[in-house]
């Protein structure tokens, strides 16, 4: 297998050490041995990341002294040694995935932990794509990249016991048996995952992070090393993004390596589904007669979503390998057994083993979407001598050991049993109630499935941004996903519309009263100044009260008091921003309020009013940010008036027909508010195309 760096591979680089950790038991036990030790820096990336992650080993037990939850951990080892900096990257992850993760992450791994531990959601992918990369750097001496994510619901030993009193999550709930596989380096291939590392952190936080140099010996004591001065290569995926490049050397890694296999390819993989590696597995079959190929996945996936969304794709996967392979291919899944359940082990690795010469460890999964979709990190090894080559065998027998119950020499004894066959030993190798069953998914695809999976499962990025970028005159892609706010914005206001009139949230007389009490009062003005003030102060939502005021005193006079309300607002949270400061603001905020704090100071008035349009920050946000920045007053003032103008008009037209609304709405109400949104959302596009078009021209 050959390396072909800028193709197949970022980076080949050596590593002093290098060592498969299975399970995350194993996993857990080893990062936080390193992060004891770390002097300077330790750097995390993922896909997930909870902050009660119980981050202990094998035993299950925190019995070193420091806390065993992952946000307690790490605040102890910052509080312990002041100089270490920990900088946590999680992938900004959409609504649809709240349910299963840390529903305030920002909270619980920045506000509430000391100001040395940064927090940053990474949202430097395009629309529709996710940061997948699982990567953990503790003084660029020793680097950890994989499968696995430092998050809940993954913790178990190799021996995936159907009752473990351990593996259960923050609410005491158990789960499955749970298999996964990291990857850890020690050398300069731990100094380029670094590397790497920081480069997703400044594009995410619009910061660049030190290196800073160490003397220590992070490498857990008790961990022994697979390998001793091995060449590690490196391979990603990244999706074309602003200033960032496509990259494939993830998906062009496959193609190379598969078509190496002479006598046998193992595989342990989450999702099946890309069609153009299948088409890679299957013609290496056909070119080679004794080929065999051993598949390991899970039995089925536990969400409804993923079920639906890469079923079909494992479907036809499967049947292109059987086509071309007939039982020269086995897919599998692990199962444990004591007599009277049967569980299978949920399988979330992602690694390949040809023959006796390559092993990859990563984050891809063999679905489209790790081809060009997310990103994605990959480690490889290529073995140069016999030892290597031996030892890479004996890896993948423990992989194949840990599904089976058996030890490594015991799986090597029955391939050699079986001629050479895994397919043949696998069938064989049971212990201990484990063993590998035949995975038999109904061929059967329904329609909503293979809709769902085009849409879940793309091979490239949906390319929204471009089409916006060029409908609206080069618009930068991170304001597409921000844009998106002002349409649902308008949405959500039209929905409330909707759910005050036909859903009970209150009573119409008691609305109507409260209204009429204020447009009467002579205090009115004062009292909406300040009801502004007050709301902008624990981060109410602008958009509500500027209707509110709407309803209540028609179009000239709602207008007017909105416009009053939300310029008091805005000078009140910019004179706390000024007086507070840069540094406290980000210590509460994190850093990605440098992108913020950058635009706003760029361009004076212009920047203010492009932001009130596609608000790349909630408004309270926006208005501390831009009084520690140093920009004037005038140019705040004027920004945010200009930003604002689009809500205020379009809102306060239909003043006395959102009242209405809220109480007798007819037909006609409802299409005038929303021709007023639809307006809104236009004018607000529409400027800002304007605006990105002048600062595309200077």
């Known amino acids: 297998m050959q390396f072909k760096p800028g193709h197949n591979v970022w980076r080949v680089e050596q590593a002093h050490r290098a060592a498969m950790l299975v399970d995350a038991a194993t996993y857990f036990g080893a990062v936080r041995s390193a992060m004891i030790k770390a002097q300077r820096s330790i750097l995390v990336a993922g896909w997930d990341l909870h902050a009660q992650t119980r981050l202990v080993g094998p035993s299950g037990e925190a019995d070193d002294g420091y806390p065993a939850t992952l946000a307690e951990f790490l605040s102890a080892l910052v509080t312990e040694r002041p100089h270490l900096d920990i900088s946590l990257l999680l992938w900004d992850f959409p609504v649809l995935y709240a349910a299963e993760r840390d529903p305030f992450p920002t909270y619980s791994l920045s506000w509430t932990t000391p100001p040395q531990i940064r927090f940053c959601l990474d949202d430097c992918v395009p629309l529709g794509s996710s940061q997948h990369q699982k990567i953990v750097v503790v003084d660029d001496k020793v680097a950890f990249s994989g499968g696995l994510d430092i998050t809940i619901r993954r913790w178990d030993t190799g021996a995936h016991a159907i009752d473990e009193a351990h593996r259960v999550d923050p609410d005491g709930k158990p789960y499955k048996p749970f298999h996964d596989v990291q990857m850890m380096v020690e050398g300069k291939a731990a100094e380029a995952l670094g590397e790497l590392m920081r480069a997703r952190w400044a594009c995410a936080a619009c910061e660049n992070l030190r290196r800073t140099e160490s003397d220590s010996d992070p490498w857990p004591d008790h961990v022994p090393a697979d390998f ?3 060449e590690v290569a490196i391979a990603r995926t990244q999706p074309r993004y602003e200033d960032q490049d496509e990259v494939l050397e993830v998906e062009a890694l496959f193609y190379d390596s598969i078509a190496t296999a002479e006598r046998s390819i193992y595989i342990e993989n989450q999702f099946l589904t890309s069609e153009p590696i299948a088409a890679a597995l299957a013609q290496r079959l056909g070119e080679r007669p004794a080929l065999e190929l051993l598949i390991v996945a899970p039995n089925s996936h536990d969400s409804w979503f993923e079920a639906h969304s890469m079923r079909a794709g494992r479907v036809h996967f499967a049947k292109i390998l059987r086509d071309a392979g007939g039982d020269r291919v086995s897919l599998v899944y692990p199962q444990v057994s004591d007599g009277l359940r049967n569980v299978p082990t949920m399988v979330h690795s992602k690694v390949m083993v040809i023959d006796d010469t390559f092993l990859r460890i990563g984050s891809a999964n063999l679905n489209n979407r790790s081809m060009g979709t997310d990103t994605e990190c990959d480690v490889a090894i290529a073995a140069r001598n016999s030892a290597e080559r031996a030892r890479i065998v004996e890896m993948r027998n423990r992989l194949i050991g840990d599904h089976t119950g058996c030890t490594a020499e015991h799986v090597a004894a029955a391939i050699v049993h079986a001629n050479g066959s895994l397919i043949a030993a696998a069938k064989v190798l049971q212990n201990n109630g484990h063993s ?7 061929a059967a695809v329904d329609e909503l499935s293979a809709a769902i999976q085009s849409v879940a499962d793309p091979r490239k990025p949906f390319g929204i941004e471009r089409f ?5 005159g080069g618009i930068p892609a991170r304001h597409v996903a921000t844009m998106a706010k002002v349409v649902f914005a308008g949405l959500a206001l039209l929905a409330l519309a909707l759910a005050w009139r036909y859903m009970p949230l209150a009573k119409p007389e008691v609305v109507r009263t409260f209204f009429a009490s204020i447009a009467e009062s002579h205090w009115a003005p004062v009292i909406v100044v300040t009801a502004f003030v007050g709301a902008g102060l624990v981060m109410f939502p602008l958009l509500m009260l500027i209707a509110a005021s709407a309803a209540a005193f028609g179009p000239w006079f709602g207008f007017a008091y909105a416009a009053l309300g939300a310029l008091a607002s805005a000078a009140v949270g910019y004179g706390i921003g000024a007086a507070v400061g840069k540094r ?8 990605r309020l440098n992108r913020v704090r950058q635009r706003i100071a760029r361009r004076g008035v ?3 009013a492009a932001i009130r349009l596609v608000p790349i920050a909630p408004f ?3 208005n501390l940010i831009a009084g520690a920045s140093g920009i004037s007053v005038f140019d705040f003032v004027a920004g945010t008036l200009l930003g604002l103008l689009p809500g205020l008009i379009a809102i306060s037209a239909v003043g006395h027909q959102f009242a209405r609304i809220m109480t007798a709405p007819t037909p006609l109400d409802f299409a005038l508010l929303a021709a007023a949104v639809a307006a809104w ?9 304007a605006v990105s078009r002048w600062s595309n021209a200077r």
Do not use: H, K
Request: glycine share 6%; no cysteine; aromatic share 0%.
């Open 681 to 689: 959302i236009a004018i607000s596009v529409g400027i800002q195309a």
């Open 228 to 230: 001793n001065d091995i």
């Open 606 to 608: 212009v920047t203010v």
């Open 620 to 622: 309270t946000v926006v």
């Open 468 to 472: 916006v970028r060029e409908l609206a």
């Open 436 to 442: 590998l069953q035949p995975i038999s998914d109904d």
């Open 584 to 591: 406290p603001l980000r210590n509460i905020l994190g850093p």
